[in-house]
């Protein structure tokens, strides 16, 4: 099963790098909360597009070369992402909302899971575990 979430999550990822990319003003104007964020800057989206891509794919080619710590490496940056929008929704007052739910199902449970397979996997195939 930390295979299957793993490469489920790398797809996501890569998929959502691409979209960010290539549609940024979609993005921009159909994410709740990012409008939140300040005015529209093509260059931070696709910035952060390309870095959920190049983790997508150090993910997924640790899941096809069974080699995990590139998925491990792979899920720093969605981690890292994820702990930053933590820091934002405490900020706002830890509301109950819309964006709180996007931040939920979209990045944190996404990232989490992702690392902990990977983590799990890592360990599994012999890496150090710590």
Request: glycine content about 10%; hydrophobic content about 55%.
């Amino acid at each position: 099963m930390p295979s299957k979430l793993l490469i489920l999550v790398a797809v996501v990822n890569v998929l959502t790098g691409i979209q960010m990319f290539v549609m940024p003003e979609y993005f921009y104007e159909t994410v709740p909360g990012v409008k939140m964020l300040g005015p529209f800057n093509i260059h931070f989206i696709r910035d952060a597009g390309l870095s959920y891509a190049a983790s997508g794919l150090l993910q997924a080619w640790g899941w096809r070369s069974g080699v995990y710590s590139w998925s491990v490496a792979g899920g720093l940056w969605p981690v890292f992402h994820a702990l930053f929008h933590l820091q934002m929704w405490i900020a706002r007052g830890v509301p109950v909302d819309l964006v709180a739910g996007v931040n939920l199902v979209g990045i944190q449970l996404p990232a989490w899971v992702a690392f902990a397979c990977a983590l799990r996997l890592h360990r599994s195939e012999g890496g150090n575990p710590s």
